[in-house]
């Protein structure tokens, strides 16, 4: 009998060569593993789509209650980087459930207990863990220890504290050095009319979305402005982009670093035992803060270069941003907070749905328990339609009024492009997301089992995520494909037929818009409809082969298609920015 290793963590690529040598089977619930060891089907738990929603609800309540956790007589939203709470910039308080392990581990759980069965057919299971994450074996152990069967805990590194401050002092120096070349300091200019403030993702999707920002801005005769969310973000691809940001001094420099020291300090200070269910959590939560500091301490200046451009600003001015909450849109809302004369909107970057966690907003985490320490979000949230309002406001009794369904202004543009329609389905899309989704795709998609004469493949890589060619042959089993080499996304769009995509991209969306049929290839659970007009939704291959084949035979019907999820008109907009 094989030996089974489960490992939930994100960031671990290959097993330790102990447990490599034995051939073991592998549950890998981070996706990352690159590996030639047989897999654990996720497909062959029953109701595995109903668990994981279970997971996903149990860890949006727990991260929310957690948001309100005191270390002794300290609330864990007092630890703060001058005026903003450190805990909003954990990974944990973003509740992305790609970003942190914890989803995986409530997961994992729920699927021990409910069907134990499964590992019966090993002779014994190893999970993965880090020196840093007792919690891992407090959840486990007792379930495993319960079904009768060799298990045990393999740590996959060592205790990583011998170089944290080296690391932090070389980040301090990093990111000075950055900001002390900057050329250019307009606080002290004339700012009218209102404020862009980037995205730090540079994609042909957030330059065009800004351009067209722009466009209605100059038609309005308002004043734009673009600010960087870090001073060296690179906005030179952007046509007439007048930048506003703060220069900070050596003096503020030094003032930044001492601060974040300070507050490190604090942290460090928390004594934290392991010995129960809340010590562990307090020792989780301790870890979480303190690794804010070793990956993201960019923010830090961000926060404090905003907050000197806010004090410039003393006229009315609305400031948009994407990311809205996210760690940057938490620092710019934040940031401009306290200045009478700025309205912040969020602006919806990509599909929210029951699934997309980040957008789980509670009424705990949005509430003070302080003084002014909730969670930093925007004056008002712009969403693209209101199938999107309704889903947001499903866990939050926030007012109807801060959310605004005004569209998105580069689908509001696109529609203009639709043009020739063909006749006949010849041309897939395929677009790609991460490396460990796609990886999860295959059993759906069947290595692209149905490629051949019939249709001409073409992959399209995602623009975060570059896959090796070589990668993709092996894993699709050299069937045969060419690589979108479009600049644009809408382009490779309007140059195919029929578009497939993971179910959480945002490339569905850009499919509808144009007007073509969209299979979607859901691998966990999924809240968008089924009946969408246009859309497929694939749970397995014989979804995925039964909505191909019906889209072929009714390809002449396609242009019927209706979005039933986006606000394509632009009236909303124009009285955003020019009001």
């Known amino acids: 009998m094989p030996v089974l290793v489960i490992n939930i963590f994100f960031d671990l690529e290959t097993p330790p060569n102990d447990i490599a040598d034995k051939n073991p089977v592998i549950l890998d619930l981070g996706g990352n593993f690159i590996h030639n060891c047989q897999t654990f089907d996720l497909a062959n738990i029953k109701n595995f789509h109903l668990l ?40 944990i308080s973003i509740k992305h459930s790609h970003r942190h392990w914890f989803i995986n581990l409530l997961l994992i759980r729920k699927i021990i207990k409910e069907q134990p069965l499964i590992l019966k057919k090993y002779s014994a299971v190893t999970v993965l863990t ?8 407090l959840f486990l152990n007792d379930l495993l220890f319960n079904i009768d069967i060799n298990f045990g805990f393999v740590f996959t590194e060592k205790m990583q504290n011998k170089y944290i401050y080296f690391k932090l002092i070389r ?4 990111n000075s050095f950055q900001i002390l070349k900057q050329k250019k300091d307009i606080t002290k200019e004339k700012k009218s009319g209102f404020l862009i403030v980037f995205s730090n ?19 309005c005769g308002k004043t734009f402005y673009g600010t960087p969310y870090f001073s060296f973000f690179d906005y030179s691809n952007v046509d007439n982009l007048r930048v506003a940001y703060s220069k900070l001094s050596f003096a503020e420099l030094l003032k930044v670093a001492f601060h974040m020291l300070l507050t490190r300090s604090k942290i460090y200070l928390i004594k934290s035992h392991k010995n129960n269910t809340t010590a562990l959590y307090r020792y989780l939560l301790k870890n979480e803060l303190l690794s804010v500091f070793n990956n993201k301490i960019a923010f830090f200046y961000m926060y404090y270069g905003l907050i000197k451009l806010s004090k410039t600003i003393t006229e009315k001015t609305k400031v948009f941003y994407e990311d809205e909450f996210y760690e940057t849109g938490r620092i710019i809302s934040k940031a401009f907070s306290t200045n009478k004369y700025t309205e912040t909107y969020g602006i919806q970057h990509a599909v929210i749905t029951k699934e997309h966690t980040v957008y789980n907003i509670s009424d705990i985490e949005v509430t ?4 002014s320490d909730k969670m930093p979000i925007p004056d008002k949230f712009i969403v693209w339609g209101e199938y999107f309002k309704t889903i947001f406001l499903e866990n939050n009794s926030l007012d109807e009024k801060f ?26 899309l395929y677009c790609l997301t991460t490396k460990n989704i796609f990886l999860k795709e295959l059993s759906i998609i069947q290595n ?15 623009p975060l995520w570059k896959f090796d060619i070589n990668f993709l042959n092996k894993k699709l089993n ?21 578009v497939i995509t993971g179910a959480h991209s945002t490339a569905f969306i850009d499919a509808l818009v144009y007007k073509k049929p969209v299979l979607r290839l859901i691998i966990k659970s999924d809240s968008i409809p089924d009946n969408l007009s246009g859309v497929y939704n694939c749970r397995n291959n014989k979804d995925f082969r039964n909505n191909l084949k019906h889209i072929t035979e009714n390809f002449d019907k396609k242009n019927k298609i209706q979005n039933e999820l986006l606000n394509l008109d632009e009236t909303i907009w124009k009285q955003l920015i020019c009001e």
């Open 130 to 137: 880090k020196r840093n994450t007792p919690i891992v074996k």
């Open 448 to 462: 692209l089992s149905f490629s051949g004469n019939c249709f001409e493949i073409s992959i399209r890589f995602h």
């Open 171 to 174: 980040g301090i120096i990093s």
């Open 368 to 371: 003070n328990s302080l003084n």
């Open 201 to 219: 993702k540079q994609t042909n999707y957030t330059y065009s979305f800004f351009q067209n920002i722009n466009k209605l801005a100059e038609n």
């Open 52 to 91: 994981y929603e279970s997971a996903l609800k149990e860890f949006t309540d727990i991260i929310s209650n957690l948001s309100n956790y005191k270390f002794g007589n300290k609330h864990i939203r007092n630890f703060k980087f001058l005026d903003f709470p450190i805990y909003w910039l954990t990974d």
């Open 478 to 498: 050299n069937a045969v494909f060419s690589i979108s080499e479009e600049l644009n996304i809408e382009d490779a769009i309007l140059n195919s037929d029929i």
């Open 403 to 428: 959310i605004i369904p005004a569209g998105n202004l580069s689908y509001i543009k696109s529609t203009k492009k639709i043009g020739f329609q063909s006749k006949k389905a010849s041309k897939i």
